[in-house]
T-cell receptor
Framework: DTGVSQNPRHKITKRGQNVTFRCDPI?????LYWYRQTLGQGPEFLTY????????KSRLLSDRFSAERPKGSFSTLEIQRTEQGDSAMYLC??????????????FGSGTRLTVV | SQQGEEDPQALSIQEGENATMNCSYK?????LQWYRQNSGRGLVHLIL?????REKHSGRLRVTLDTSKKSSSLLITASRAADTASYFC???????????FGTGTRLTVIP
């Protein structure tokens, strides 16, 4: 297992089109997170899965955004009817679940979305 | 929303000098973590300090945590050009399942 993998690395799309990103976490990690990062800012939380269950969604995640993790392994993030404001780096991270202790996240390299 | 704030926003030092970055946060935490991000890449976990710890070391890194002041600092000793990156603090808040990241400090180490 070489870490968290995200595909594609870059995506350029026209406004109004739908896009889908994929994240393959570390196989032993049952927690998976999606974050969004714009230039000069820190990552902002979007959503969180524990196994296949989506347990939390940020208010940033509008109705145009949907995420799945169908078998508790890889995850997809879809953005429908993209807008220019969706342009950002989309980061996926995974971590093991150890109750009450907290663990560091392993991040993927991200998918950079540009909406033109 | 982002909960932490790093200070300074940008820092430029000569190779071999020490670099200190500070992080302040607002809520009760279980742990605080520091990450590094090279330009256009994902974040790399550096170190985690739990709320009942006051100081932690890892190689050239030293992290302190003062929960009474809701602040943390990251010290990088004997800096190298390869340390040039953005550094983020992230808080694991009580009752939350995700990390909240700060705005970052951009560190430039001049060879």
């Amino acid at each position: 297992d070489t870490g968290v993998s995200q595909n594609p690395r870059h995506k350029i799309t026209k406004r109004g089109q739908n896009v889908t990103f994929r994240c393959d976490p570390i196989s032993e990690h049952n927690r998976l997170y999606w974050y969004r990062q714009t230039l000069g800012q820190g990552p902002e939380f979007l959503t969180y899965f524990q196994n296949e269950a989506q347990l939390e969604k940020s208010r940033l995640l509008s109705d145009r955004f949907s995420a799945e993790r169908p078998k508790g392994s890889f995850s997809t993030l879809e953005i429908q009817r993209t807008e220019q404001g969706d342009s950002a780096m989309y980061l996926c991270a995974s971590s093991p679940q150890v109750r009450g202790l907290g663990y560091g996240y392993t991040f993927g390299s991200g998918t950079r979305l540009t909406v033109v | 929303s982002q909960q932490g704030e790093e200070d300074p926003q940008a820092l430029s030092i000569q190779e071999g000098e020490n670099a200190t970055m500070n992080c302040s946060y607002k809520t009760s935490i279980n742990n605080l973590q520091w990450y590094r991000q090279n330009s256009g890449r994902g974040l790399v976990h550096l170190i985690l300090i739990r709320s009942n710890e006051r100081e932690k070391h890892s190689g050239r890194l030293r992290v302190t945590l003062d929960t009474s002041k809701k602040s943390s600092s990251l010290l990088i000793t004997a800096s190298r050009a390869a340390d040039t990156a953005s550094y983020f603090c992230a808080t694991g808040q009580t009752g939350a399942n995700n990390l909240f990241f700060g705005t970052g400090t951009r560190l430039t180490v001049i060879p």
